[in-house]
């Protein structure tokens, strides 16, 4: 069924896999022949039912239930482009938006692949040929950090964008480093950040998001504010590997694969400003001094499993796999404990509870 409307950053100790649901009978050949859809911008979303697919509609019902409880305001779960789920808390709507905080991270790297496959930039050059010299704190590494370092959380610097270690060879998550990004987007492309971000990706697909200038970490850069369904649209551009429908929207078939490839640094669960499930140890945000912690950043959803994941629990799970879009939208989850950048207890409990309806 479709759901109808409802009513400083620390490392969260890790949380055992839930043991295995037993199977659930699959779905009629006719459902599993169902192609891709990709809806039509202003277009009715097409659906398919839970129970169509072969879930435990009961138990996702109770996932819904418990994430509604979590200071949620949406959940939206998208099968092969059409909704299988739509809840929505505390007065929104399908329209509201709100800042995704970092999970806007991985919008601006596919909008980077789009700028490489038309030429405007290559990963390999140094930050400094699209940045000018003195971008950094760091006149003798400067040079060396490439845009690659960047959408890799691996330049090397600290939040004063001074050097600590060289350039590629460890993570660290890095608000200011990463704000460079968008100047390298727009001098690239010779365009603001928004008409930059309309012309490649938005206006293509139906995302009605905006982005919106930000000065938090003392580095000028831009935060996204987008709908669920927005955030549900550009995750399924991503599990479509750059399509929609017929048409080309990431004109490079591979950078999507690219983006969900771990990076050559300390943290494999890390590819370019995507977080990967697929490892056996993972780093979260945070000071640098924080440990790598055993088994995939999410136990108890798929391996193959990649997310766009921002402050406050904002999320955008893709399961390739499962041709499966979730997302959540909210604030701060009451299971999450402090003030989560990316994964946080939030991710474990709801898989826990969607591994029960969807029986992976």
């Given at each position: ?5 409802g009513?400083g ?15 659930l009978?699959?779905p ?18 097409p ?11 009961t138990?996702?019902r ?8 979590q ?47 038309e030429?405007r930039l290559s990963?390999?050059?140094p930050?400094?040929?699209y ?15 490439t845009?690659?370092?960047l ?22 998550y ?12 727009t ?17 293509r ?8 200038f930000?000065?938090?970490t003392?580095?000028?850069g831009?935060?996204l504010?987008?709908s ?9 551009l991503t ?9 080309r929207?990431?004109?490079?078939t ?5 983006m ?15 977080w990967?499930?697929?490892?056996d140890?993972h780093?979260l945000?945070?000071?640098s ?13 798929p ?16 399961v390739p ?7 959540r939208?909210?604030d ?5 404990g ?12 709801f ?10």
């Amino acid at each position: 069924m479709l759901m109808a409307c409802g009513g400083g950053p620390t490392a969260p100790a890790p949380t055992p896999a839930a043991p295995s649901p037993s199977p659930l009978p699959a779905p009629p050949a006719d459902v599993r022949a169902l192609p891709f859809v990709h809806p039509a911008p202003g277009a009715e979303w097409p659906t398919v039912s839970a129970g169509a697919l072969g879930w435990d509609t009961t138990a996702l019902r109770a996932a819904l239930d418990w994430a509604g409880t979590q200071r949620s305001t949406a959940v939206v779960i998208t099968w092969r482009g059409r909704l299988v789920a739509e809840r929505y808390w505390r007065g929104w709507t399908g329209e509201t938006d709100s800042i995704i905080a970092s999970a806007g991270k991985s919008v601006l790297a596919t909008l980077i692949g789009q700028l490489q496959a038309e030429g405007r930039l290559s990963l390999e050059a140094p930050a400094s040929q699209y940045l000018g010299a003195g971008w950094s704190r760091s006149p003798g590494t400067e040079g060396r950090i490439t845009v690659r370092h960047l959408l890799q959380m691996s330049s090397g610097l600290d939040d004063s964008l001074r050097t600590v270690v060289a350039p590629g060879t460890r993570f660290y998550y890095n608000n200011p480093a990463y704000y460079q990004l968008f100047a390298v987007v727009t001098r690239a492309a010779g365009q603001d950040i928004t008409t930059a971000s309309r012309t490649r990706l938005f206006d293509r697909i139906g995302m009605s998001c905006t982005w919106r200038f930000n000065v938090d970490t003392g580095e000028p850069g831009f935060v996204l504010s987008c709908s669920a369904r927005d955030m549900a649209r550009f995750g399924l551009l991503t599990l479509s590997r750059g399509a929609w429908g017929t048409t080309r929207v990431v004109t490079d078939t591979s950078w999507v694969t690219q983006m969900w490839r771990p990076a050559p640094h300390d943290n494999p669960a890390y590819g370019m400003l995507w977080w990967l499930n697929g490892s056996d140890r993972h780093r979260l945000p945070g000071p640098s001094v924080l440990p790598t912690l055993s088994g995939p950043l999410v136990p108890a959803a798929p391996r193959d499993l990649v997310a766009a994941l921002g402050k406050g629990d904002k999320k955008i799970y893709v399961v390739p796999s499962l041709d499966l879009v979730v997302v959540r939208h909210g604030d701060e989850a009451a299971v999450g404990g402090g003030n989560p950048l990316a994964s946080s207890t939030f991710d474990e409990q709801f898989w826990q509870r969607l591994r029960q309806a969807i029986r992976y």
